[in-house]
């Protein structure tokens, strides 16, 4: 299902506008309670998908970056918590300061500012392979026509929400988009939904009420389940109809997921919390996944898989599953080689 019908169908989705801003408490309210879960979570590239430039470590380590591309002299200075980017054709010049960045900086970090109520992508990302600024992906390397378009490319209404919708919590509220009051980074409520009425509830003992307050996304079905973390990393049906095709489709998990084979009609073994614990840094290390791969496809080689659901064991191995069957491809512009979440026997003619 599209995240846009989700969204309107049920009580709380991912990038949900409609609660207001006195429904959300923030993370560190939650953390009275759920200490654990809390401390862990603040690590991972999820709570760290978006920041206001005051609090980027990558524009803090860097006081001074350039960049020269065509008749364009880019620079982007810090100083006093503030970074401006500013684009020079050697006659005309102009600078913007940041107002919010985008990404973990495990890959990259993306820069938005605002300008006469228009928010604009910066055209320069920051990419830790490279180390340096480079073109953000998605924009052109053509020389734009003037200084204006060189720094930065302008953002239609609806993608800018959901840019700052799923890099950030509570970037809209009351129906309305308000990034100036976000709290930075995916946090507690942007998953389990605006916490202030289960805490309340929560505190003075009601406990069984106070679970109906928040979601936990743990206990929807295969099919819910994939389509909750699509509302940020794309569905099936959203990338069926934005029309992407090709390598950059693997950006988009969900969906390659449910290209597998090992997907049929949704087995909840196979979905995005099977492999994937939302509170726990992510795992890099591939016999990590291992056990998951073997619970269907057991170790014996000849055997008839789990009664449950067959799946013929891997004549090859038994380990490092992932390094073969969700095999790792660059996509342009990234400077970085992404998982193919799409599981199945690799021919590496086709993607």
Known sequence: MATRDRVLSVDWWPTKSQPGRKEYIGPAACAGCHSAEAAIQKTTPMAKAGALPAGSKI????????FHLGPYDYDLTRAEGRSVLSVSDGTH???ATFGWAFGAGVVAETYVFERGGIFYEARLSYF???E???ITPGQSASDPLDVDKAIGRPMGAEEAHLCFGCHNTASSMGGQFDPDH???GVTCEACHGPGAKHASA?????IGESLTHVLNPAKLGPIDSVDFCGACH???TDVMENG???VATIRFQPYRLELSRCWGKGDDRITCLACHDPHQPLAHDPVSYDNRCLRCHLATKGSEGASDHPGAACPRSTKDCATCHMPKYEIPGTHTKFTDHRIRIVRLERQ
């Open 234 to 236: 794309r569905t099936w």
């Open 202 to 206: 929560a505190k003075e003992g009601r």
């Open 182 to 184: 976000l709290i930075p």
């Open 128 to 130: 830790s392979a490279l």
């Open 59 to 66: 524009l803090a380590a860097h006081k001074r970056l350039s």
């Open 93 to 95: 010049s102009v600078s």
């Open 244 to 246: 992407t095709e090709g």
């Open 132 to 134: 340096a600024l480079d």
